[in-house]
């Protein structure tokens, strides 16, 4: 319980003016009379003033305070008792989320909510505040409460490699490298425009597409995974190249390179392996195959398909595409 004498003040102050609201609750006491209910409520202004004042020959015994953020981005505040200096001062300066709160129950101390209602056990800067994946699309706009991103960012993988038949022979394509991966930390300003683009996975035979991020003209890039080399069914033995590994993603903090394709490997008419996908920091690869048939695609962000097979010269076959890569955004107050 905060308790204030006769003439005392209580004042507060918000970072942006009308747009945190103060609901103090409490009782007075005057001559033996006691009184229950809400002793103010306002929107606090941008500089510290006083907002509740004790009446002449009377006590004000304070229950609960309630402080809510009612604006789109996030605010701060602090409390003062008898005056607005720093010495003053009955709380920090705290930060409420948007659409979240602030409340002093008698007993219970300070608790801070989030507009979900749920108990924030930290009101500084540096808390984990969502995630938020990018498939698709050219931008997104950093929201009111955010002050850093942690990005991770992965080109499209490559396509596996295809077969064509020409003879009563085996033939087995390549496997697509994964595409290349970057981490980077961004200080970023609430409403500012962040701008990227999402590689795809390379269709069969073909090299997946880089990945890039750009925000305070930095440009972090991550280069598409190489496609599995094709193979014409001949003679055995017979060797198609992976994917390459592609070239180290740039301007990230952490910068890696994609993983190469395995070889596609042909022993005779009817024995043949195609070359296994190149795994990303995902996994979920295209595995190769020793049976007539497409390469396998890959299933997760950014590897590289497997690639084709065809045995005793069976029907042309295509390799397996590579999947496309993503952007995983992790903001933080």
Known sequence: MITLAAADTLAGVAQNASKVTCTIYG??????????????????????????????????????????????????????????????????????????????????????????????????????????????GTSFTVTGDVSTIFCRLQAGGGGGGNCVTAVTNSAAGGGGASGGYAEKTFAVAPGASVSYIIGGGGASATAGSDSTITYGGVTVTTKGGPAGAAQTVAAPPLVSLGGATPAISTNGDVNGAGSPGGNGNCEAAAIAMSGFGGKSIFGGAGLGRNSQGIGNAAISFGSGGGGACILSGGANVAGGAGSAGVLIVQEFS
Do not use: H
């Open 27 to 136: 009782m007075t006491l005057n001559a033996g009379t006691e009184t229950y209910g809400v002793l103010d409520q306002r929107q606090l202004a941008a500089a510290a003033a006083t907002i509740y004042t004790v009446a002449a020959s009377t006590q004000a015994f304070v229950r609960s305070i309630t402080v809510v953020n009612t604006d789109t981005i996030t605010n701060t505040f602090q409390l003062f008792r008898g005056g607005t200096a720093a010495a003053n001062a009955i709380t920090p300066l705290w930060t409420l989320p948007i659409g979240g709160c602030a409340i002093y129950e008698d007993g219970q101390g300070w608790q801070l909510f989030d507009a979900t209602g749920k108990l924030q056990l930290s009101t500084g800067p540096g808390r984990y505040l969502r995630t938020r994946v990018f498939t698709s």
